[in-house]
């Protein structure tokens, strides 16, 4: 796709040079219609020319939240998707501005070092899509349950698997 782009252009000296120019500051001065550019589109018939597109795998994620709607009985949800192995729990959150810190957590995180606990969720559905604990979780959440994970520390996928994940938000204001 190319645009021409058409102006009047004068290639005078200043009128501080009298004589060298014709165009005087109190003649008007006349611009050429810009044209807008066209596209055009070529496709290719030949299965050569136009590269295989690999599909990657994609890890489609539900979020739960940590207080329940006006009805008291259900969890608000929210969805994402990610691609499989490209990010961590805690950044495809942040990305889709869900809720991940508790009050404490807002101001005092690490952000996403693993040093200091605040970012914890619980892995309701799909742990298997998900990377081994990492050290850091097993020091900080060696007295809590198996399904809870440090977002900083959680690799979404590993880049061949697909499927869901189920993910409560700040699983320690659950009653």
């Excluded at 599909?55 to 259900?74: M, N, Y």
């Excluded at 691609?83 to 807002?106: F, P, Q, W």
């Excluded at 900080?140 to 977002?151: D, F, G, M, S, V």
Aim: hydrophobic fraction near 30%.
């Amino acid at each position: 796709m190319a645009a021409t782009h058409f102006a009047w252009t004068s290639l005078c000296l200043p009128t501080s040079f009298p004589g060298k120019c014709d165009v005087h500051r109190s003649s008007s001065v006349k611009l050429l219609p810009r044209r807008r550019g066209a596209s055009v589109s070529v496709t290719a018939n030949s299965s050569e020319s136009s590269p295989k597109v690999s599909e990657q795998p994609v890890i489609e994620l539900q979020f739960i939240g940590p207080k329940p709607e006006s009805d008291g009985r259900s969890y608000p949800v929210e969805e994402a998707r990610a691609v499989s192995g490209e990010k961590l729990l805690r950044t495809i959150m942040l990305d889709n501005k869900l809720e991940l810190y508790a009050t404490y957590g807002k101001v005092m995180n690490c952000g996403g070092g693993g040093t200091c606990g605040t970012c914890i969720v619980e892995i309701i559905e799909g742990s298997d899509l998900l990377n081994e604990r990492t050290d850091a979780e097993f020091r900080y959440l060696k007295k809590k349950p198996e399904t809870w994970r440090l977002a900083c520390q959680t690799i979404v996928g590993n880049k061949e698997n697909s499927g869901k994940v189920v993910v409560q938000r700040l699983p320690q204001w659950k009653k």
